[in-house]
């Protein structure tokens, strides 16, 4: 009999491993938020699901480097211009085929503005797709565009069925989606589940693992004792205050990525008073205790920063963080003209490690400063919806670890007028759209790491901390997790 500590047995005894989801060939996955949609040209969540189902032109081996996915080949045929071969063969799992035809309209379909995409400012410098012949594709950018194989590395770059949606709508296929990948679509039940099955066709051969069962567990604990029960064989986000149980018991391994996780951080309303003023933007950002919060909250399983770039990624500048000084802060509002602080709302959710507790003591530190902290803590599912958020404040995670480079971490959250994006800083916009148009490494380094620093300087965001990436898995399953975040079943083994 498996051993369970107290805490865990009763939730046991309520979750009840389930034969079917033991058989062999099936991995049962859960996640900490559940499903809403799964098209990837307009995600308000991780791509963890779509991941599995679409496959994007360009793709991420193992060791990060960029290798042919949906595209045998790709070359600059000018400074603005990449010419795609795709590769012949390939079928949508509704039997419908991939061609070039299916790029031009996966990808306008994002740049439509009356479609309002979310996702837009990954592939926002994309001014048009030219069909070549059906198994070629060109692709123009409004500037030089360096970057371009990689946006088409990830979503939303995933090439989707134009007839299949065409005919159905794109309300049907969020819910029934058709792809290229792995695994196909067999059901989706909102809040229960999401089933895939193996795709025989597949153009990389046919996956091991033959089902694969996407369950929310929202809460922390149940997630973890349905791991250690076998009622699941893999977890995400797994909760800082339960990673010893994970190293403790023998029915269970914890799977750690070093700086894998999302780079958490406060957006800022700048076109809403007083977040205009960049001394009470200061003053916020001294006033938070980063050591304290990820080494006594977090368990050290997280670390301060003070950029939003990854250390791994193009263009990173090492930014000291931000010194915790709340004298400085009293002193920057009283220049700002608030001695006596303000009232403001801070919006966050349960989404990240710990995210209440952090929330809660950041509003704690602010009020330490004379601010008075309305806290609003919203289901994932209701938050994801009020895109652009209303804040003023809101918490938020971001990552570049898909790309690689600094443009993704900072862009669609810094640029004025992107939808994630609460900022206004005219300087800060002309470098960031100087740094899409410039060619030159060195020069377009330079410029991701002025940013950095001018963003150090005028506060556009506050960067808090970067996660590490946590899961749980059954000691049959082979993962080591990957440095971009992604849940690959085509590369999990079981025994």
């Not at 070549?132 to 069925?161: G, K, N, Q, W």
């Not at 980063?290 to 791994?312: C, D, F, H, M």
């Not at 209701?382 to 971001?398: N, R, S």
Request: aromatic share 8%; no cysteine.
């Amino acid at each position: 009999m498996k051993y369970l500590p107290a805490f865990a047995l009763g939730l046991a005894l309520a979750f009840p491993a389930s034969a079917t989801l033991a058989q062999n060939g099936t991995l049962v996955i859960g996640r900490s938020a559940t499903t809403n949609a799964m098209d990837p040209g307009f995600l308000r969540e991780a791509a963890t699901i779509v991941d599995n189902i679409f496959d994007t032109m360009v793709m991420r081996d193992t060791e990060m480097n960029l290798v042919p996915g949906l595209a045998t080949e790709w070359t600059a045929v000018d400074d603005t211009t990449w010419e795609f071969k795709l590769r012949e063969g390939v079928t949508f799992h509704n039997g419908e085929p991939f061609d070039a035809e299916a790029v031009k309209f996966s990808l306008e379909r994002v740049l439509n503005p009356d479609n309002n995409a979310p996702t837009i400012s990954y592939i926002r410098t994309i001014s048009s797709v030219e069909v070549v012949d059906p198994m070629t594709v060109r692709i123009t950018t409004s500037a030089p565009d360096p970057l371009l194989p990689t946006r088409m590395s990830r979503y939303p770059a995933y090439i989707v069925p134009p007839k299949y949606i065409e005919e159905n709508g794109r309300d049907h296929f969020a819910n029934h989606p058709v792809g290229t990948g792995a695994y196909t679509f067999v059901d989706f039940v909102p809040d229960e589940r999401v089933t895939l099955a193996a795709n025989p066709d597949y153009w990389r051969g046919t996956p091991d693992i033959q089902t694969v069962i996407w369950r929310p567990i929202p809460d922390a604990t149940a997630r973890i004792t349905s791991l250690i029960t076998g009622e699941v064989n893999l977890i995400e986000d797994v909760p800082v205050d339960l990673v010893s149980l994970l190293e403790q018991t023998p029915d269970a391994d914890l799977v750690q990525v070093k700086n894998g996780g999302l780079t958490i951080y406060l957006g800022l309303r700048m076109d809403k008073a007083p977040l205009d003023n960049v001394k009470v933007r200061q003053a916020l950002d001294h006033a938070i205790d980063r050591v304290s919060i990820t080494e006594n909250l977090l368990g050290g399983l997280a670390t301060p920063k003070g950029t939003q770039v990854g250390a791994a990624d193009f263009g990173y500048l090492d930014l000291p963080v931000p010194a915790y000084d709340p004298e400085l802060s009293k002193t920057l509002l009283a220049e700002a003209g608030f001695p006596d602080g303000f009232e403001i709302t801070m919006q966050s959710s349960f989404r990240y490690m710990k995210n209440a507790e952090v929330a809660q003591t950041i509003a704690q530190q602010f009020e330490d400063i004379g601010l008075s902290v309305n806290q609003e803590t919203m289901e994932w599912s209701v938050y994801t919806q009020t895109v652009p958020f209303e804040g003023p404040i809101y918490m938020l995670g971001w990552g570049s670890t898909q790309t690689l480079d600094a443009d993704a971490a900072i862009y669609a959250i810094m640029k004025s007028g992107e939808p994630y994006s609460g900022a206004s800083i005219p300087e800060l916009d002309a470098l960031l759209d100087e740094s899409r148009s410039t060619v030159d490494p060195d020069a377009r380094e330079k410029i991701l790491q002025d940013i950095q620093a001018l963003a150090a300087e005028q506060v556009p965001l506050i960067t808090l901390y970067q996660e590490d990436k946590l899961m749980g898995k059954a000691p049959n399953v082979e993962f080591e997790g990957r440095a971009d975040a992604r849940i690959p079943v085509f590369e999990i083994k079981m025994d």
